[in-house]
């Protein structure tokens, strides 16, 4: 198991804080930007009152709100902005059952933001579910684009025997995630800086993947997908990893797509991959209208609407 002394200063300090808060009964469900934005911009939400306001809602805080005990780890974990004459927290800290997530604070508008939200709650779900219903023992799985490490540790508490890798390109989700990993008590999950699954060996018993799928100006990892509109990451970790699934192996995709004049081009590029007798796959709509916002942007003037889906592809044989 990681030890806290495995860590440096200021990820202990961040450890320590997500014990007090869990300890206090702390939770926090994650919303999507648009709610997020619509519920700070209240007049009675503009300074937080509350802990749920600093660490789940990101509002600012005086300093003399904050009980000793949850300020001195903040500031030793240097994660404290300055605005004005108030402080806020550049992390957040959100619940799915009984974890506790640490994350980036909003809004992200960092390149290196990490991400957590809706689309965290219902990848969760699809992980759940497949390990609820799958006869398949697993042995060595890996979560591509780890974020917070959440299918990671799903995965890791559900198969204790397994030895599961969290990877990504992002250093700041790697030490989330080695923090989130070590508040969970999880001591099979083994973290590492990967682009898809260029830096490990081996087969997978189970890959999973919540990759970004937007199509995003900026091109903020944790959010552009590329391609026309977001699709390309996602069409990418189809093609990795199917070379990479062990007979029976499973992949796990949950991912967004662009729907145009009813056209799914996710699904039409699944179907012609995937023609052949070497695969059993299921795709599925998990929410048929996700982030209806986006459609404002620019590159999405003829977008109907953007639909979350699942795809789980099972390696015959």
């Not at 300090?13 to 209240?42: E, I, K, M, W």
């Not at 009980?67 to 605005?83: G, N, T």
């Not at 620019?298 to 592809?313: K, S």
Request: with cysteine.
């Amino acid at each position: 198991m990681l030890l806290e002394t495995d860590l440096s200063q200021a990820d202990q300090a961040l450890l320590q804080l997500g014990q007090r808060l869990r300890a206090d009964g702390y939770r926090f469900t994650c919303v999507s930007p648009a709610t997020h934005a619509r519920n700070n911009a209240r007049d009675d939400a503009r300074q937080a009152t509350n802990v749920r306001d600093v660490f789940g809602w990101s509002r600012p805080f005086a300093p003399s709100q904050m009980p000793a005990d949850q300020l001195a780890p903040l500031k030793r974990a240097q994660v404290l902005e300055h605005h004005g004459g108030l402080m806020a927290s550049s992390v957040r800290w959100s619940t799915l059952d009984d974890l506790l997530l640490v994350h980036s604070a909003y809004p992200t508008h960092a390149c290196d933001a990490v991400f957590f939200g809706p689309d965290s709650y219902r990848f969760a779900q699809v992980i759940h579910d497949h390990l609820r219903h799958s006869p398949c023992r697993v042995e060595h799985a890996v979560d591509i684009g780890c974020g917070t490490g959440v299918g990671a540790l799903i995965i890791a508490r559900a198969a204790q025997h397994a030895q599961v890798s969290a990877v990504d390109i992002n250093p700041l989700a790697l030490r989330y995630t080695t923090i989130n990993a070590a508040l969970a008590g999880i001591n099979n999950v083994s973290v590492a800086a990967s682009d898809l699954l260029d830096g490990l060996s081996g087969r997978f018993d189970l890959i999973v993947a919540n990759p970004p799928y937007m199509l995003d100006l900026s091109a903020r990892t944790y959010r552009h997908g590329g391609g026309a509109l977001g699709e390309a990451l996602s069409l990418r970790i189809i093609e990795q990893a199917l070379e990479r699934l062990s007979p029976r192996g499973t992949l796990l995709l949950y991912t967004g797509v662009a729907i145009v004049e009813g056209r799914d081009p996710l699904l039409e590029a699944v179907r012609l991959r995937l023609a052949g007798q070497a695969w059993s796959w299921v795709y599925r709509e998990i929410d048929p209208d996700v982030f209806g916002e986006q459609l404002a942007e620019p590159g999405y003037e003829h977008v109907e609407r953007i639909a979350a889906v699942a795809l789980t592809v099972t390696r015959d044989g």
